[in-house]
């Protein structure tokens, strides 16, 4: 059977930094095996889905911490909305294990579709303000004035957090 995905990473996807489009990038490789594991029989199902989405969970807090420090840093005027859309994802999906977990009526599939449908949009309005934004503060040589240093690549015109 040919590995199916849900989504591909798409260049038009990457909001130019560096960091970001690789957590990005993860958290679409964790959603398609999330997917994968849906399309392998009830048992595998929940077997592989359990361990993928505490991984996916833990990623996730992971990854919108980074967010949140870069927008605090660059006292992003967007950060609490920002950070509001982060805690109400994450309640949704703890929510969802422990229903999951608990045995009550839940179905991966339709999760996992959730999953996609959030990170991507959440990628296409959120994170690319954000990264025009510090793509504004970089041309405007405001980034030099703060600790969070940033590194252009000249080649993919995205920039790095160091």
Request: glycine content about 4%; aromatic content about 12%; charged content about 25%.
């Amino acid at each position: 059977m040919a590995k199916k995905d849900i989504v591909t990473w798409h260049p038009s996807y990457s909001i130019g930094i560096k960091q970001i489009d690789e957590q990005h990038q993860l958290l679409i490789k964790l959603t398609n095996e999330l997917f994968s594991s849906c399309l392998q029989g009830q048992e595998k199902t929940n077997s592989v889905f359990l361990k993928t989405i505490h991984k996916a969970v833990n990623y996730i807090n992971y990854h919108f911490s980074i967010e949140e420090k870069i927008m605090e840093k660059v006292n992003y005027p967007e950060y609490a909305e920002h950070k509001t859309e982060h805690i109400d994802f994450v309640r949704e999906v703890l929510i969802k294990v422990d229903d999951f977990t608990s045995g009550k009526r839940f179905t991966p599939l339709a999760f996992v579709y959730y999953l996609r449908d959030w990170v991507l949009n959440h990628i296409a309005v959120c994170d690319k303000k954000l990264g025009s934004y510090i793509m504004l503060l970089h041309k405007q040589g405001y980034l030099q004035k703060i600790t969070l240093k940033v590194k252009k690549n000249d080649e993919t015109n995205r920039f790095e957090i160091q």
